[in-house]
Nanobody, 116 residues
Framework: VQLVESGGGLVQPGGSLRLTCAAS????????MMWYRQYPGKEREFVAY????????EYADSVKGRFAISRDNTKNLVYLQMNRLKSEDTAVYYC??????????WGQGTQVTVSP
């Protein structure tokens, strides 16, 4: 049972990145999925939430209008499209599965660096 994030990297301010979270060992179709991020020396903070059927989507105020979370239950994938990136978006981004009746799952994280 694991989540693997990919798509991080170095991008200039104003640029875009698309993060992908791939689940294995379980199906995400029954899990609420979220993205978090963590700055050095800080606790992880919420970024985005998507319900099982994508009917409810929520964002942290700091990313509203710039980031978009989506999921493809048939492919067991979750995405985070990040646009108009800012230097303050630099962080390690984590995928998280809330599986309700089973143990929650965290990914290992992917580094996003926004710098000229």
């Amino acid at each position: 049972v694991q989540l693997v994030e990919s798509g991080g990297g170095l991008v200039q301010p104003g640029g875009s990145l698309r993060l992908t979270c791939a689940a294995s060992g379980f199906t995400i179709s029954s899990a609420v999925m979220m993205w978090y991020r963590q700055y050095p020396g800080k606790e992880r903070e919420f970024v985005a939430y998507i319900s099982v059927n994508s009917g409810i989507i929520e964002y942290a105020d700091s990313v509203k209008g710039r980031f978009a979370i989506s999921r493809d239950n048939t492919k067991n994938l979750v995405y985070l499209q990040m646009n108009r990136l800012k230097s303050e978006d630099t962080a390690v981004y984590y995928c998280y599965a809330d599986r309700h009746v089973s143990a929650d799952v965290w990914g290992q994280g992917t580094q996003v660096t926004v710098s000229p």
